[in-house]
């Protein structure tokens, strides 16, 4: 085949002569790691559904401005709330 660098004679039933070729094969990997290619990421803006759900409810409700809600109270009851018995 014309190999003229190092081999090896390994028994993978074995185990015979692996050790030596994993040390070697780590060698190697250390001593000529891969250069990764970074690539630049423009960090995305998050969105969570519920805060854009939550706002666009409230952007598409009508609010009535409904000033009945308090007929109940008035600022002139010093009393309190006023109780109705009825026999």
Not at 17 to 25: A, F, S
Not at 27 to 54: G, L, M, S
Request: with cysteine; charged share 40%.
């Amino acid at each position: 085949l014309g190999w003229e660098e190092d081999y090896y004679l390994i028994s993978a039933a074995t185990g015979k002569n692996v050790p030596p070729l994993c040390r070697d094969i780590m060698d190697f990997i250390i001593a000529n790691p891969r250069e990764a290619e970074t690539q630049q990421v423009a960090p995305e803006e998050v969105k969570f559904k519920w805060e854009d759900y939550h706002q666009e409810q409230l952007a598409e409700y009508q609010f009535d401005d409904d000033e009945d809600w308090d007929d109940d109270w008035t600022e002139e009851d010093d009393e309190g709330i006023e109780f109705i018995y009825k026999p």
